[in-house]
């Protein structure tokens, strides 16, 4: 199975920064990589698909890169509404492994 | 307006049963695969099970393998799960979620509100 890593666990940072989250997976899913964002008590949403494409209706702040084994979410100046855990998932079998999360605290 | 709503979840002693059902609207449901999704208390997202548009095909994860099966009917626009053998470690949230493209295996594009499956004596 593909075991996906997300560094780092939580982040704190200031309205404004750019902040970056890792997500590392144990084997090639080739672009085959989402972010989701989820506030506590509600489901996730869906930022990002097939590593940098933009769901509709999510702010451009948002961007993702990467393929491979490596991809990167991009936040290019933080907002309060962004306070929430972010999760990578991979998605090259049905099997779709998601990260562990990454708590971003503003 | 695509909505999902998850329903069934209970309180179940552990080695009980359950069935949980999301009832589907808002688009052409047998086009689109679908996934059940759990959460545990203050924990991450784990992938458990997946079903393709016809329903002919299943996956799970191996952590529920043999225990969960995933179904659905396309006439009733409904998926389902049949828990057996419940572990406490099964306590989560229960997410039903639908693919984003059609024929597609993720990502999901939209979920529903989730249903609390409690395994506990």
């Known amino acids: 199975d593909i075991q996906m890593t997300q560094s780092p666990s939580t982040l704190s940072a200031s309205v404004g920064d750019r902040v970056t989250i890792t997500c590392r997976a144990s084997?090639?899913?080739?672009?085959?990589l989402a972010w989701y964002q989820q506030k506590p008590g509600k489901a996730p949403k869906l930022l990002i698909y097939?590593?940098?494409n933009l769901e509709s209706g999510v702010p451009s702040r948002f961007s993702g890169s990467g393929s491979g084994t490596e991809f990167t979410l991009t936040i290019s100046s933080l907002q309060p509404d962004d306070s929430a855990t972010y999760y990578c998932q991979q998605y090259n079998s049905y099997s779709g492994t998601f990260g562990q999360g990454t708590k971003v605290e503003i | 307006e695509v909505q999902l709503l998850e329903s069934g979840g209970d309180l179940v002693q552990p080695g009980g049963s359950l069935r949980l059902s999301c009832a589907a609207s808002?688009?052409?449901?047998?086009?689109?695969?679908m996934s059940w999704v759990r959460q545990a208390p203050g924990k991450g997202l784990e992938w458990v099970s997946a079903?393709?548009?016809?329903?002919?095909?299943?996956y799970y994860a191996d952590s529920v393998k043999g225990r969960f099966t995933i179904s659905r009917d396309n006439s009733k626009n409904t998926l389902y799960v049949q828990m057996s053998s419940l572990r406490v470690e099964d306590t989560a949230v229960y997410y039903c979620a639908k693919v984003r493209v059609p024929f597609s295996t993720a990502p999901f594009d939209y979920w529903g509100q989730g249903t609390l499956v409690t395994v506990s004596s």
């Open positions: 097939e590593a940098s």
């Open positions: 808002g688009f052409t449901f047998s086009n689109y695969a």
């Open positions: 084997q090639s899913v080739s672009s085959w």
């Open positions: 079903v393709t548009a016809s329903g002919s095909y299943t």
